[in-house]
């Protein structure tokens, strides 16, 4: 299995959870990590598409790591999304590129998981938060795994972030169409 991590964090000096991820892909066998911030800056319009596209083509599993940022994508994953997945390549009359292949969603939030609940500050949950994610993989083809989220994370300790690493350790090396949400 070939896993492919997309990660983006518009703050990357001032990450603490989402860098330790990074690490934890970096240090797991069968993973490629690409991070779009470090690859482009924040240049929305500087992706490679070929080479994205093919990276996205070379992997079983897709994974899209980063911090909630104002109940959304990061502004560099949305414009990976708009320019990587385009007409006819991901989706459209014979755009199967991603077909089949599983999403995977891995995000950290500042705040405590109840504020992601229907009782909480925003009245949504973290699954409601990353429908559009959810919409997105089932339009092009893909297989929507159970996202992964981990909360607090602007404070997290050493033993935390050795805990979150684990976690995402195991996310990375489930086995194909274990993770599936319903």
């Not at 990587?84 to 755009?95: D, K, L, N, S």
């Not at 009782?119 to 409601?128: K, Q």
């Not at 909360?151 to 935390?160: N, S």
Request: proline share 4%; glycine share 8%; aromatic share 10%.
């Amino acid at each position: 299995m070939k896993t492919l991590v997309i990660v983006s964090h518009p703050y990357a000096t001032k990450s603490t959870a989402i860098k330790a991820l990074q690490q934890a892909a970096e240090a797991t066998e069968g993973v490629v990590v690409r991070n779009l911030e470090a690859l482009y800056g924040n240049d929305v319009g500087a992706f490679d598409v070929a080479a994205e596209q093919q990276a996205q083509e070379q992997a079983d599993r897709v994974v899209y790591l980063f911090p909630i940022h104002w109940f959304n994508l990061t502004p560099m994953l949305k414009a990976y999304l708009n320019e990587v997945w385009t007409y006819g390549w991901a989706f459209g009359t014979e755009g199967k590129a991603l077909r089949g292949k599983e999403m995977q969603v891995v995000v950290t939030a500042g705040a405590k998981p109840h504020t992601y609940s229907a009782e909480g500050l925003v009245h949504s949950t973290m699954d409601e938060v990353l429908t559009p994610m959810k919409a997105s993989a089932y339009y092009v083809g893909m297989k929507y795994n159970q996202p992964l989220a981990f909360y607090e994370a602007m404070g997290l300790g050493e033993d935390a972030i050795t805990g979150v690493q684990k976690a995402f350790s195991e996310r990375l090396l489930a086995p194909l169409g274990s993770l599936l949400q319903e």
